[in-house]
């Protein structure tokens, strides 16, 4: 994808709007850490002999961004009450692939602050009126999920965007074609306008449509809960990789100090010509064999062919690989990056020579569950902006009766920040409590060993065996 050109921009503002050209740069930036691109500035340098090098990257970006998103996948979405829109619900989300889309937002959402998404039909039947308003009949519901760096802010009410456009630059037939679509409020009814340019930036009249849509706000968008400190961004959610950036160029130098200790880590033996045998040219040169030089290397024969301070013919030169220092260093930048990046101090820490994971220590401190849920808020808030956007899509347009006011329960994958053992025992030790309430059998076999209620009623029933009276 190809960032939008400035003929978005300039219809954006004959309309009145303006574009947030700074925020767009932090987005583009915290992008570039994200997608493990080369920093000009940093990552390509010359060394104290002026030759040109670059360094090695580690990509901690992506790693923070993963382990974030982690922590807020879901297993289920389903409606508090009636259940006769969960059919609805998972074919929709089915036939938009959001188990992997949702995914990636979630890294999105951590790397550049905002994410989002928007509901259009595709192969409707467009029918413009007398007015020229354009309404459509039947067509398929689809998601269009949508980068930061696609989403400009139009209105802002409270923090939240009501009004809003997204846009992109993509090649169609090995030409670029940037499309525009712009949600505005009219008397509190959305419309929604499709621009197309050409490569050219000229508007295309032909692909270009105007439709009236309702009161339900038809895109979602999803942002970091963190607040935004950063100057000039309103709208969009704090990029949790910029303030990070600092230590992300600690680790990948830490890394580089470390890959040159051991690129550099072999042994070397110097020895003296007249302990070698040697081959020698036809100009009478002495010289190694191809084995020879993977152990030793050559020194002439006189007092020039020892090293300084040298009085034998043979030395051996171990480079110290310095893994002390550098774990120590290591350890210090990742505990920095962990408070950056949230989490608390030991999101990133060696323990017994192994680096514990964010959702490791979220096992283990269930206090930093706070930041978590602040977080599962905006995305379950995302999910039902979006549910209930392809809800009135289908009322109007395909004739359904969904209710729209209708809450939904997410729920969230918990096997990230639980300790399973612990919870079993904790399971078991309540089933033997209340015998009473066999629920809690079921409920602990299904959960140790990974099968249906059902099956495990079925295990229940099977060997239970009759009994005739009290005594037997």
């Given amino acids: ?38 920093i000009v500035d940093f990552h390509k340098r010359k060394n104290l002999n002026n030759v040109e090098l670059e360094l090695s990257k580690m990509n901690f970006a992506k790693r923070c961004c993963a382990d974030d998103a982690n922590l807020c996948e879901i297993i289920s979405v389903a409606p508090e009450q009636q259940g006769t829109a969960q059919e609805f619900i ?13 995914r990636e937002q979630l890294e999105k959402t951590s790397a550049t602050g905002t994410v989002g998404a928007y509901i259009y039909l595709r192969n409707a039947e467009y029918i413009e009126s007398a007015d020229k308003t354009t309404t459509a009949r039947g067509g ?25 456009a997204f846009c992109a630059t993509n090649k169609v037939r090995g030409k670029d074609k940037t499309t525009l679509v712009v949600f505005i409020q009219d008397n509190g009814l959305y419309k929604a306008e499709t621009v197309v340019f050409d490569e050219r930036g000229q508007k295309i009249d032909v692909e ?46 830490c890394y580089n100090i470390l890959h040159g200790d051991l690129d550099k880590g072999q042994k070397l033996v110097f020895i003296n010509e007249l302990l070698a045998c040697i081959q020698r040219d ?22 020039e062919g020892k090293l300084p301070e040298e009085k034998t013919l043979v030395q051996e030169y171990n480079p110290e690989i310095r893994v002390d220092q550098i774990t120590k260093a290591f350890e210090l930048v990742l505990s920095l990056l962990s408070m950056q990046f949230g989490y608390g ?19 283990e401190r269930q206090d930093m569950m706070q930041e978590l849920n602040k977080q599962r808020k905006n995305a379950s808030d995302y999910i039902e902006d979006i549910i209930h956007a392809a809800m009135w899509f289908s009322n109007q347009f395909s004739g359904t009766a969904y209710n729209l006011e209708e ?53 229940i029933q099977n060997t239970e065996e009759p009994v005739d009276d009290l005594e037997d």
């Fill in 345 to 363: 101090s030991r999101r990133y820490t060696f323990e017994n020579g192994q680096i514990q994971t964010a959702t490791q220590y979220l096992g």
């Fill in 1 to 38: 994808m190809i960032f939008r050109k400035d003929c978005a921009k300039v219809y954006l503002e004959k309309l009145g709007y303006s574009v947030n050209s700074h925020a767009l740069e932090i987005i583009k930036k915290c992008d570039d850490w994200y997608a493990n691109r080369i």
């Fill in 90 to 102: 998972d074919k929709i989300l089915s036939e938009n692939r959001f188990d992997v889309r949702y």
């Fill in 140 to 164: 398929e519901i689809r998601i269009n999920y949508c980068d930061a760096d696609c989403i400009i802010p139009l209105t802002i009410e409270n923090g939240l965007i009501t009004e809003c």
């Fill in 282 to 303: 036809k100009d009478g040169n002495p010289y190694l064999t191809p084995q020879q030089k993977e152990i030793f290397i050559l020194l002439g024969i006189d007092s």
């Fill in 407 to 459: 809450p939904l329960s997410i729920e969230f994958d918990d096997s990230y920040v639980e300790d399973k053992q612990t919870k079993l025992e904790a399971m078991r030790a309540d089933a033997l409590s209340f015998m009473d309430v066999p629920i809690l059998k079921e409920m602990y076999l299904s959960e140790k060993y990974n099968v249906p209620m059902e099956e495990v009623k079925k295990w």
């Fill in 208 to 253: 270009s449509s105007v439709i009236q849509l309702g009161k339900v706000k038809p895109f979602a968008i999803m942002t970091n809960a963190e607040v935004n400190n950063l100057d000039d961004m309103e709208g969009y959610g704090l990029p949790k990789i910029y303030n990070a950036i600092p230590l992300f160029k600690a680790v990948d130098l």
